[in-house]
């Protein structure tokens, strides 16, 4: 009889005799916890991600202190990556005799990248999705700035030498950053309006940025090039390196959530070990009458190990998907305390759970 056929055939008599049912047990047991809190961790880990690239608003960003050359839109473009330019500075607003200092932001056309802009026809009112960016002649700005103004939607301010209608009023800009300017009430113009206003002059303090996004490997690509091309007063930001608040609370999450996962395998460990110490002490017997017979210890060893790989492939697969099934559960429990809208999850963790 082949080694194979022979494998399958005490696995089958050992589980007509009950001998890997704890076994069976135990691993589907094993399998579920650690499969149910990697596939959680999985999209949870996800969410975060595409939530630290909204904080972005991009992909990757490349933030300068003078205008960006043409060459490097063109070159992300060629590469099938979309791309936005922001420029932001500080300025005071004007409206009647009324003045306030201001952070400034004009955008291109596709901004941001990641993420969406909300806001109100009127202060303190229901919000909703923008729809593009502010158009010719309109600037959106926070609340404060039409308050502080006394100026109300649709009403005018002055910014530099050109008057601009304020349409809508800003309730959530998604890669607001942390830094003097930014804390600053916000006036978002359309950038083919900047001129217009020649605020930008010589020693202006103006921040350029140009934001990538797409995919993965095409950013990853732009980004290694990018690196070596950098000239004085250039960087670049991203999710690892360009904004550590962000990675900071990436850190934080992922550590928490695989110290679970870990606690999982532990318990694990310990259920699979105990069935396996009395799956071997009923088989010792077995073992010496087949050894007394004839059989050689290599094809003692090979038997024993086929038969585990049968239960081990049963038992993987069966506790992958309970594993997947409890983790709707999870999500359910967690549900109420995020905000996140949490993508699906890979099979990466239920394979890592199943070895």
Request: some cysteine; glycine content about 8%.
């Amino acid at each position: 009889m082949s080694t194979l056929a022979l494998s399958w055939t005490l696995a089958r008599r050992d589980w007509r005799a009950g001998e890997l049912r704890l076994l069976l047990l135990a691993l589907v047991i094993a399998v579920a916890s650690i499969a149910s809190v990697g596939f959680f961790v999985d999209r949870m880990r996800q969410a975060l991600s595409l939530e630290a690239r909204q904080l972005l608003g991009a992909d990757l960003v490349i933030v300068s202190d003078a205008p960006i050359a043409a060459r490097w839109r063109d070159d992300a473009v060629a590469r099938g990556l979309s791309v936005a330019e922001t420029v932001t500075f500080p300025s005071m607003v004007l409206a009647g005799d009324r003045t306030l200092l201001a952070s400034i932001k004009a955008v291109s056309e596709g901004y941001p990248l990641r993420g969406r802009l909300r806001v109100a026809d009127v202060p303190n009112q229901p919000d909703r999705f923008a729809d593009g960016v502010p158009e010719r002649g309109a600037a959106w700005a926070d609340a404060q700035v039409l308050q502080a103004l006394g100026v109300s939607t649709g009403g005018e301010v002055r910014l530099g030498e050109t008057t601009l209608r304020t349409p809508r009023v800003i309730t959530l800009e998604p890669d607001r950053g942390a830094n003097f300017v930014n804390f600053l009430p916000r006036v978002m113009i359309r950038v083919e309006d900047l001129a217009a206003t020649q605020l930008v002059q010589p020693a202006s303090r103006v921040s350029y940025r140009l934001l990538v996004a797409g995919d993965r490997e095409a950013v990853a690509a732009f980004q290694r090039d990018a690196k070596s091309k950098l000239s004085r007063g250039q960087q670049l930001e991203s999710i690892d390196g360009g904004r550590p608040e962000v990675r900071a609370t990436l850190d934080r999450a992922e550590r928490f959530l695989g110290l679970v996962a870990l606690l999982s395998a532990m318990i694990a460990a310990v259920a699979i070990a105990l069935a396996s110490r009395r799956f071997a002490e009923r088989h010792l017997d077995g073992c010496a009458v087949m050894r007394a017979i004839g059989v050689t210890q290599g094809r003692l060893q090979t038997l024993l190990g086929l038969e585990l790989l049968w239960l081990a492939i049963g038992g993987g697969l069966l506790g992958a998907f309970v594993g997947w099934l409890i983790h709707f559960a999870l999500v359910a429990v967690i549900a109420p305390l995020i905000v996140l809208t949490l993508p699906p999850p890979t099979v990466l963790p239920g394979l890592q759970a199943m070895a």
